[in-house]
């Protein structure tokens, strides 16, 4: 059974940072793409960054772009997502998600696998 376990959410003033982890179990995570997505209030979920199985590979939402970094730790099984300079806007429950293949994709449909999401909450 694969799991994804996100942690490090929380309350932060506007112009601070938070440190999201993904933890993976039941799974390899190397060899495999992985994805952080966001869902604010009565908003589609959206794609905030993904990388590639080696890491080599990023992307990122233009909205988050020089703000947030995507990394990942193959022995650790664990993604992270630094999230610095953050803004109002960027409250919402943020999920993990595996990719059915090796690469940074963009598509909701190329994820096989999610965690149960984790509330960032910035206040102005």
């Known amino acids: 059974q694969v799991q994804l376990v996100e942690s490090g959410g929380g309350l932060v003033q506007n112009g601070g940072s938070l440190r999201l982890s993904c933890a993976v179990s039941?799974?390899?995570?190397?060899?495999?793409?992985m994805g952080w997505f966001r869902q604010a209030p009565g908003k589609e979920r959206e794609l905030v960054a993904t990388?590639?199985?080696?890491?080599?590979?990023?992307q990122y939402a233009d909205s988050v772009k020089g703000r947030f970094t995507i990394s990942r730790d193959n022995a650790k099984n664990t993604v992270y997502l630094q999230m610095d300079s953050l803004k109002s806007e960027d409250t919402a429950v943020y999920y993990c998600?595996?990719?059915?293949?090796?690469?940074?994709?963009?598509?909701?449909?190329?994820?096989?696998?999610w965690g149960q999401g984790t509330q960032v909450t910035v206040s102005s």
């Open positions: 990388i590639s199985w080696s890491g080599g590979g990023t």
């Open positions: 998600a595996a990719a059915r293949s090796r690469f940074a994709v963009v598509g909701r449909n190329e994820y096989a696998y």
């Open positions: 039941g799974r390899t995570l190397s060899g495999y793409g």
